[in-house]
Nanobody
Framework: QVQLVESGGGLVQAGGSLRLSCAAS????????MGWYRQAPGNQREFVAH???????YYADSVKGRFTISRDNAKKMVYLQINSLKPEDTAIYYC?????????WGQGTQVTVSS
């Protein structure tokens, strides 16, 4: 059984920083991309960033220059460093892992940014 567990969310003031972590466990093999999505109240889930096995990174325009994604293949972990937080970054952040033919989601971690 595959499990993704996010951590690192919280309440932070605008301009602050957080580091989100996601650990993948269980029988998960052949991981391709690892990434993050977010969902704000009343909105659809949206892409934030992902990173390939080779380390190529892709970001939503709204987070470029402020968010940095990284991964540790040996530990099956993915991280999201979030800087210069804005109130509009408030959302539940979900970890996403893709293997050939499947994708997995975590339960999410709440990020709340106060103005």
């Amino acid at each position: 059984q595959v499990q993704l567990v996010e951590s690192g969310g919280g309440l932070v003031q605008a301009g602050g920083s957080l580091r989100l972590s996601c650990a993948a466990s269980g029988s998960i093999f052949g991981i391709n991309t690892m990434g993050w999505y977010r969902q704000a109240p009343g909105n659809q889930r949206e892409f934030v960033a992902h990173i390939t096995t080779g380390g190529s990174t892709y970001y939503a325009d709204s987070v470029k220059g402020r968010f940095t994604i990284s991964r540790d293949n040996a530990k099956k972990m993915v991280y999201l460093q979030i800087n210069s937080l804005k109130p509009e970054d408030t959302a539940i952040y979900y970890c996403n892992v893709r293997v050939p033919g499947l994708e997995y989601w975590g339960q999410g971690t709440q990020v709340t940014v106060s103005s």
